[in-house]
């Protein structure tokens, strides 16, 4: 598989150009949730550029068990077992009039999102907002397992993406080639993988 590097910067720009695309299409969420760890950088972006243009949002950050690279596979075939943590502050909050932007980095299967809608609705009943909508600036669909697909995207890819803050999987000889900050200071403190 291609392993495909981005940028921190390419990352923070395509944010701000799905923020673009969603105030484009008229659409103005009430509530921002950014879905830890790469949803959140985006969510935060996307949601600055929104109150730029007079959108305010409420906004927050959650998670599911997605543990990185090493328990991805695990978690696909196992994807009943996906667990979302942090909702808390949503259900004390949402109602069925608001609208919901859910972001991530990449829509790839699609089954945290789903994952995290469905524990909102069985949590919020008829609080749960009728307007959700999915923002990720990389999406794959070629492996979709779920029936909802992202309303708002950029890029199309079957590439591995490896996110600028990802180390995780990668050998020292990549790490060297795309991350030289980060090779530096492996060498600068002596830091070594277990």
Known sequence: MIKQFLSAEDVLVDSYKLAAKIYNSGFRPDFIVGLWRGGSPIG???????????????????RTSYRGLSSYQSMVE????????????????????????????????????????????SKTRRNMPQDVRI????????????ERTPDYYLHTTDDWLVLPYELDGLSEQEIQ?????????????NLKQP
Do not use: M
Request: hydrophobic residues 40%.
């Open 44 to 62: 935060i972006a996307v949601q600055d550029c929104l109150e730029y243009l007079g959108v305010a949002t409420d906004h927050i950050s959650i």
């Open 78 to 121: 196992q994807h009943e077992n996906i667990r979302v943590h942090g909702t808390q502050y949503l259900l004390d909050r949402l109602e069925s009039h608001h609208k919901l932007l859910l972001v991530d980095d990449v829509y790839s299967t699609g089954l945290n999102l789903d994952a995290v809608i469905r524990r909102l609705s």
């Open 135 to 146: 923002a990720a600036l990389w999406y794959k669909p070629n492996r979709v397992r779920v």
């Open 177 to 189: 080639a795309h991350k030289p900050f980060a090779s530096d200071l492996i060498a600068r403190y």
